[in-house]
């Protein structure tokens, strides 16, 4: 197991931009990260995975085009881009990992079995 601690969240006016960052207090190099997002009154769901080799990388259809993800394994960090923010990304944003394998299921909660404690993330003007 990893400990993971998500950053970067914050007020941001639409349009705007943020960077989160997710610290492991151990190695990542094999597992794949993936950042979860959860808005008030609604579901945790699927932002954005990227695979333990680094270069495949998923996301929901709300954030592509938007939204980069992306890891540095010498460092145990993964990130995670927002640009083009829109009120409707305020969430807590969940930064998680999971040790990979081939058929990862990067969409689905279960497949995380090490999760941050959230970072908060407003869009408002």
């Known amino acids: 197991q990893v400990q993971l601690v998500e950053s970067g969240g914050g007020l941001v006016q639409p349009g705007g931009s943020l960077r989160l960052s997710c610290a492991a207090s151990?190695?990542?190099?094999?597992?794949?990260m993936g950042w979860f997002r959860q808005a008030p009154g609604k579901e945790r769901e699927f932002v954005a995975a990227?695979?333990?080799?680094?270069?495949?990388?998923y996301y929901t259809n709300s954030v592509k085009g938007r939204f980069t993800i992306s890891r540095d394994n010498a460092k145990n960090t993964a990130y995670l881009q927002m640009n083009s923010l829109k009120p409707e990304d305020t969430a807590i944003y969940y930064c998680?990992?999971?040790?990979?394998?081939?058929?990862?299921?990067?969409?689905?909660?279960?497949?995380?079995?090490?999760w941050g404690q959230g970072t908060q993330v407003t869009v408002s003007s």
């Open positions: 998680a990992a999971g040790r990979g394998y081939y058929g990862f299921r990067y969409y689905q909660e279960s497949e995380y079995t090490d």
């Open positions: 151990g190695r990542t190099s094999s597992r794949a």
């Open positions: 990227i695979s333990w080799t680094g270069p495949s990388t």
